[in-house]
């Protein structure tokens, strides 16, 4: 618990309260300066001593090493504003190509200076101009088309299109790195956090949320990479419908979901869960039929079933967050 402070009031009803003088101190406040007074959504007052001044961006120093990549996916996400790569002597080839490739996967990350030494990276990114549904909008459409054309591929042996999903994933995956970044700098950002009208609380939900549909953007990868390993091979016609009736099953579990979740409806999010019996006599099914297929295809079958099961799971998980 914080300092407590007994509120007082003027004869002519005027309520004030003492600031603590070694946090005035600290700040550098004194007798006819302002502050500012913002009042949050859940009622807490605000005070802010350097509402006037400009925020300075926040800066990492990294050094070459074997992790590189994920410290400088690791800051980013944390919101550091510029990010720099340093070297005792020079950055080698190999280095900088892992700075290029890891810059490429994080949207709004630039290499805004580049010496024999050092390299530097910074965000130009207004997080304000981020509504954090905006953006998990975006990445569940990535995810849904992912989906449908994951299991299209595996039950038409259409490798290209099964390559189509894997590639689609690099978007899926900016976009949540992007989500988990606006998230973090709201909830350290009080003021942002009221412009855009999301408590603490509510970006806890939302960064789960966006792991979910992450989730489901890997699950779909998983699917494609078994109409890979099959080389064009397809199953037999009882088992592709199945599986194809399941995945409509599991669509509309996951778009039910996300529509809960956004417009905070339980109801539709109860529909979800009633889906289960509808998933479980589907999966029995492609269990059975697999059976009677070669010994290539059937354990692809099963991987593929279980893996859109998977996915159903994620969506009642997704769904649950309404509650």
Not at 42 to 68: C, F, H, M, R, W
Request: aromatic share 6%; glycine share 6%.
């Amino acid at each position: 618990m914080g300092d407590l402070r007994k509120v007082q009031r003027t004869p002519t009803g005027t309520f004030f309260v003492c600031l603590p003088r070694s946090w005035a101190d600290e700040h550098g406040l004194r007798k006819g300066l302002l502050v500012a007074l913002d009042e949050t959504v859940d009622g807490k007052l605000l005070i802010d001593p350097k509402y006037n001044v400009e925020q300075l961006p926040s800066t990492a120093t990294l050094t070459a090493g074997p992790y590189l990549s994920r410290e400088i996916i690791g800051h980013y996400l944390l919101g550091f504003d510029i990010i720099r790569i340093e070297a005792k002597e020079r950055i080698d080839l190999d280095v900088r190509n892992i700075v290029k490739a890891t810059v490429g996967s994080l949207i709004g990350l630039e290499i805004v200076e580049e010496s024999n030494s050092q390299i530097v990276l910074q965000c130009l990114l207004e997080p304000s101009g981020f509504p954090p549904e905006k953006i998990l909008r975006r990445n569940y459409a990535i995810v849904v088309g992912m989906n449908t054309d994951a299991v299209n591929s595996f039950v038409d042996g259409d490798v290209q299109l099964a390559k189509s999903v894997i590639a689609r994933d690099d978007e899926n995956n900016r976009l949540y790195f992007l989500l988990v970044r606006i998230l973090r700098t709201i909830i350290q950002n009080p003021r942002l956090s009221e412009k855009l009208g999301l408590t603490a609380i509510e970006c806890l939900d939302y960064r789960l949320a966006a792991s979910l549909v992450e989730a489901i953007g890997d699950a779909c990868v998983q699917i494609a990479a078994k109409t890979m390993a099959l080389k064009g091979a397809m199953p037999s016609e009882e088992p592709r419908k199945l599986l194809v009736d399941l995945q409509k099953v599991c669509h509309e579990a996951h778009e039910q979901a996300l529509k809960a979740f956004v417009n905070k409806d339980i109801a539709t999010a109860e529909n979800v869960r009633k889906m289960s019996d509808k998933i479980e006599t589907l999966f029995v099914g492609i269990e059975k039929s697999a059976k009677n297929q070669p010994l290539d295809v059937m354990p692809q079958i099963l991987a593929v079933s279980s893996f859109l099961r998977q996915i159903y799971a994620h969506s009642v998980d997704l769904a649950d967050l309404v509650v």
